[in-house]
């Protein structure tokens, strides 16, 4: 027993030594000091796009027991409760990192040794390149515009196109013009036309970016532009009238034809900056050159009428017999040839006399003149080739109406067309109509009170302003017939009591008699001159009223209100008062009168031609004796309208007279100045 115990004894002291030296190999285990050691390594140092894969080799002798890893420059504190762990396998473990920047890895072995290492990833690019466009003009130009293209990008620039229009990224795949790159990273295009055009780069990387420039400042139209004018008191305005896209630098003008802009002559011409219109003082052709800012030109050319110079050519003129149509061409090529011969630089020819038209009208029956029968077609169109005879002799046509005259001589309306309004009105069962025809003393009249009369005169002038280009419409002293003392109770003194009852029944003053029919002529000539201007501002409209201003204020004729027309505008172009008086007529001495009458204008509008009797060269003429004296009183009175400097123009009455033989002496005086002007 005792020796059992014994051994037991010895077992136990074996245990002890031999736990004693296992303790001894832990505590030398134990003082490991050592950090890990840890190693990063990135897959790829080149540029790319794509996530960079991180690599994390972690060792040491007493074994790994914590990896961590975050973005940025970390310390073990931040790490003691922060950061992402990573799983080893066989000491290795790996990170995708998305974004450059600077990455720490934490690592811990067994001993508690700790080891930071740090990695900086520069080499992921997925910024598209950096575009800038810039055209080497922005102020307008006539020629070719070069975009100068910048580029920049951290990895390197592998492609450039650009392409006209808005182009996406997708098109440039297999489309679009290739540039080179220079070695500053630029390169340009060059491009001729107005519009958006798109440039598209891609980096080494594969990121692609597209940007656009408009480019709008390439001009290589001339600019359109059309010359008017206008005449007052003896001087002309011209009008330049532009439209350009990069708009206008300059407008200069000089006096002739020059055509060439480059010709030397525009260094000597007149320059406009601050205003489209110049003022010129003689008749000619005036050339007027516009630059715009791109520097494209245009030459317009005008000439210039300073003064009028009308003869009137009636239907006294004309046969009642009418005209075949090389006839009529004939009679009017030598009325026309003989008017530029003397001197005249316009026609103004009477076409409806009485109701009746030398042109395809709408509304009155063609006249006896041409076809020899009222409303007999004559087979041609006379009108037009009067028009078109006079501007191939440089003549301006006017077209001469009466407004309200039906007959001369006669009140029988089967005299007329059964086509003429008048006879239509007469005969119709309608009676609302029966009035718009009256008949006074031995004549028939239109009714200038009608409504219906107004508006058929007013849609006939329409008509012959489009269809025919004509220059001006003319109205002569033809208005209300004189009606004597019994004006008030005659004529169209029905429509006037008509007005009279309403007005004052409305609780309003109702104008006086001569009154309503001025304003009745007035609204006409107005409703004219609006309708005229709508289709073709350039067209003339114009009235020769009888040459006494008082006549024209009596209570019992005419019934124009001239003083409103010359002092208002929107009435008419121009008035033609007919001084039909020698310088020394005791009642209406020529240069008295047309004092009077320049003297009654007061609107800026409204120019003023002077009407001359040349039908009474030469003649007897009981209370003006000096008209068979003198030899050259045509010639004074055109002299005098001139020297006032505010007469524009000359109409003489009529064309015949100038060619009788007692006259020539008259018209030999005349025509020595009157294209001195």
Same mark, same amino acid.
Request: one cysteine or more; glycine letters at 4%.
């Given at each position: 027993?005792?020796?059992?115990?014994?051994?037991?004894?010895?077992?136990?002291?074996?245990?002890?030594?031999?736990?004693?030296?296992?303790?001894?190999?832990?505590?030398?285990?134990?003082?490991?000091?050592?950090?890990?050691?840890?190693?990063?390594?990135?897959?790829? @140092?080149?540029?790319?796009?794509?996530?960079? @894969?991180?690599?994390?080799?972690?060792?040491?002798?007493?074994?790994?027991?914590? !990896?961590?890893?975050? *973005?940025?420059?970390?310390?073990?504190?931040?790490?003691?409760?922060?950061?992402?762990?990573?799983?080893?396998?066989?000491?290795?473990?790996?990170?995708?990192?998305?974004?450059?920047?600077?990455?720490?890895?934490?690592?811990?072995?067994?001993?508690?040794?700790?080891?930071?290492?740090?990695?900086?990833?520069?080499?992921?690019?997925?910024?598209?390149?950096?575009?800038?466009?810039?055209?080497?003009?922005?102020?307008?130009?006539?020629?070719?515009?070069?975009?100068?293209?910048?580029?920049?990008?951290?990895?390197?620039?592998?492609?450039?196109?650009?392409?006209?229009?808005?182009?996406?990224?997708?098109?440039?795949?297999?489309?679009?013009?290739?540039?080179?790159?220079?070695?500053?990273?630029?390169?340009?295009?060059?491009?001729?036309?107005?519009?958006?055009?798109?440039? &598209?780069?891609?980096?080494?990387?594969?990121?692609?970016?597209?940007?656009?420039?408009?480019?709008?400042?390439?001009?290589?139209?001339?600019?359109?532009?059309?010359?008017?004018?206008?005449?007052?008191?003896?001087?002309?305005?011209?009008?330049?009238?532009?439209?350009?896209?990069?708009?206008?630098? *300059?407008?200069?003008?000089?006096?002739?034809?020059?055509?060439?802009?480059?010709?030397?002559?525009?260094?000597?011409?007149?320059?406009?900056?601050?205003?489209?219109?110049?003022?010129?003082?003689?008749?000619?052709?005036?050339?007027?050159?516009?630059? $715009?800012?791109?520097?494209?030109?245009?030459?317009?050319?005008?000439?210039?009428?300073?003064?009028?110079?009308?003869?009137?050519?009636?239907?006294?003129?004309?046969?009642?017999?009418?005209?075949?149509?090389?006839?009529?061409?004939?009679?009017?090529?030598?009325?026309?040839?003989?008017?530029?011969?003397?001197?005249?630089?316009?026609?103004?020819?009477?076409?409806?006399?009485?109701?009746?038209?030398?042109?395809? *009208?709408? &509304?009155?029956?063609?006249?006896?003149?041409?076809?020899?029968?009222?409303?007999?077609?004559?087979?041609?169109?006379?009108?037009?080739?009067?028009?078109?005879?006079?501007?191939?002799?440089?003549?301006?046509?006017?077209?001469?109406?009466?407004?309200?005259?039906?007959?001369?001589?006669?009140?029988?309306?089967?005299?007329?067309?059964?086509?003429?309004?008048?006879?239509?009105?007469?005969?119709?069962?309608?009676?609302?109509?029966?009035?718009?025809?009256?008949? +006074?003393?031995?004549?028939?009249?239109?009714?200038?009170?009608?409504?219906?009369?107004?508006?058929?005169?007013?849609?006939?002038?329409?008509?012959?302003?489009?269809?025919?280009?004509?220059?001006?419409?003319?109205?002569?002293?033809?208005?209300?017939?004189?009606?004597?003392?019994?004006?008030?109770?005659? +004529?169209?003194?029905?429509?006037?009591?008509?007005?009279?009852?309403?007005?004052?029944?409305?609780?309003?003053?109702?104008?006086?008699?001569?009154?309503?029919?001025?304003?009745?002529?007035?609204?006409?000539?107005?409703? !004219?001159?609006?309708?005229?201007?709508?289709?073709?501002?350039?067209?003339?409209?114009?009235?020769?009223?009888?040459?006494?201003?008082?006549?024209?204020?009596?209570?019992?004729?005419?019934?124009?209100?001239?003083?409103?027309?010359?002092?208002?505008?929107?009435?008419?172009?121009?008035?033609?008062?007919?001084?039909?008086?020698?310088?020394?007529?005791?009642?209406?001495?020529?240069? #008295?009168?047309?004092?009077?009458?320049?003297?009654?204008?007061?609107?800026?509008?409204?120019?003023?031609?002077?009407?001359?009797?040349?039908?009474?060269?030469?003649?007897?003429?009981?209370?003006?004796?000096?008209?068979?004296?003198?030899? #050259?009183?045509?010639?004074?009175?055109?002299?005098?309208?001139?020297?006032?400097?505010?007469?524009?123009?000359?109409?003489?009455?009529?064309?015949?007279?100038? +060619? @009788?033989?007692?006259?020539?002496?008259?018209?030999?005086?005349?025509?020595?100045?009157? $294209?001195?002007?």
């Amino acid at each position: 027993m005792k020796h059992i115990k014994n051994i037991m004894y010895l077992f136990t002291i074996f245990a002890f030594l031999i736990m004693l030296s296992n303790d001894t190999v832990i505590q030398a285990a134990s003082k490991d000091t050592k950090a890990p050691a840890v190693s990063l390594t990135q897959d790829k @140092k080149t540029y790319t796009k794509s996530a960079v @894969k991180v690599t994390v080799k972690a060792t040491d002798t007493s074994g790994i027991k914590t !990896v961590k890893w975050a *973005s940025g420059t970390k310390d073990a504190t931040y790490f003691s409760k922060n950061g992402t762990s990573l799983k080893l396998a066989k000491n290795i473990a790996t990170v995708s990192i998305e974004k450059n920047g600077i990455y720490s890895f934490y690592v811990v072995d067994k001993a508690g040794n700790k080891k930071i290492s740090t990695i900086k990833i520069s080499n992921i690019d997925k910024t598209a390149p950096a575009i800038t466009l810039a055209p080497n003009k922005k102020t307008p130009t006539n020629t070719s515009v070069k975009v100068t293209v910048g580029l920049k990008d951290r990895a390197g620039i592998k492609t450039v196109k650009w392409a006209a229009g808005k182009q996406n990224s997708s098109y440039f795949k297999n489309n679009g013009t290739a540039l080179k790159l220079n070695s500053n990273n630029t390169t340009a295009f060059t491009v001729k036309e107005n519009g958006t055009y798109t440039v &598209y780069a891609m980096d080494k990387t594969g990121n692609g970016r597209i940007s656009e420039i408009a480019v709008s400042n390439i001009d290589n139209k001339a600019p359109a532009a059309s010359l008017s004018y206008s005449v007052l008191n003896q001087a002309a305005t011209i009008k330049v009238s532009t439209k350009d896209t990069s708009g206008v630098k *300059s407008i200069q003008y000089l006096k002739g034809t020059v055509t060439d802009p480059a010709s030397e002559k525009w260094n000597n011409s007149n320059t406009l900056f601050d205003t489209v219109n110049f003022k010129v003082k003689t008749s000619g052709t005036y050339s007027v050159l516009i630059t $715009d800012k791109a520097g494209n030109t245009t030459v317009e050319t005008l000439k210039v009428r300073l003064e009028l110079r009308a003869v009137w050519i009636s239907y006294l003129e004309f046969s009642n017999k009418g005209y075949s149509e090389s006839q009529f061409k004939k009679k009017i090529n030598e009325m026309f040839d003989n008017s530029v011969d003397l001197k005249m630089n316009a026609v103004i020819v009477q076409v409806r006399p009485m109701g009746d038209a030398l042109y395809n *009208s709408d &509304y009155f029956p063609w006249s006896v003149y041409v076809s020899g029968k009222q409303g007999k077609d004559p087979g041609f169109d006379p009108l037009e080739y009067m028009v078109e005879a006079a501007h191939k002799r440089g003549l301006e046509f006017h077209a001469w109406l009466n407004p309200y005259r039906v007959t001369l001589s006669t009140t029988d309306y089967n005299t007329l067309s059964k086509d003429n309004p008048a006879r239509i009105w007469k005969e119709d069962s309608s009676t609302k109509n029966d009035r718009n025809v009256l008949s +006074f003393g031995s004549s028939l009249y239109y009714n200038p009170a009608s409504k219906e009369v107004q508006n058929m005169i007013v849609s006939d002038i329409e008509n012959i302003v489009n269809k025919y280009d004509v220059d001006g419409i003319h109205f002569d002293d033809y208005f209300y017939p004189s009606l004597g003392s019994s004006y008030k109770s005659n +004529f169209d003194y029905k429509e006037y009591n008509t007005y009279k009852e309403s007005t004052t029944k409305a609780g309003k003053t109702p104008m006086t008699i001569d009154a309503w029919r001025r304003n009745n002529v007035s609204t006409l000539v107005r409703n !004219v001159y609006k309708s005229i201007k709508a289709i073709d501002s350039s067209v003339e409209f114009g009235i020769s009223p009888h040459g006494n201003i008082s006549n024209l204020m009596a209570k019992d004729k005419y019934y124009v209100d001239v003083e409103k027309w010359l002092s208002t505008d929107g009435y008419v172009d121009y008035i033609a008062p007919q001084i039909y008086w020698s310088f020394t007529h005791k009642i209406c001495p020529f240069d #008295d009168t047309v004092q009077r009458w320049l003297d009654t204008r007061t609107a800026n509008s409204v120019k003023m031609y002077i009407g001359i009797a040349n039908y009474k060269a030469k003649a007897t003429i009981s209370d003006d004796p000096e008209w068979k004296k003198a030899n #050259d009183e045509l010639k004074r009175q055109v002299e005098y309208g001139r020297k006032t400097g505010s007469v524009d123009g000359f109409l003489f009455f009529r064309y015949e007279h100038f +060619f @009788k033989d007692a006259m020539q002496v008259e018209v030999d005086n005349l025509i020595e100045i009157l $294209d001195k002007k």
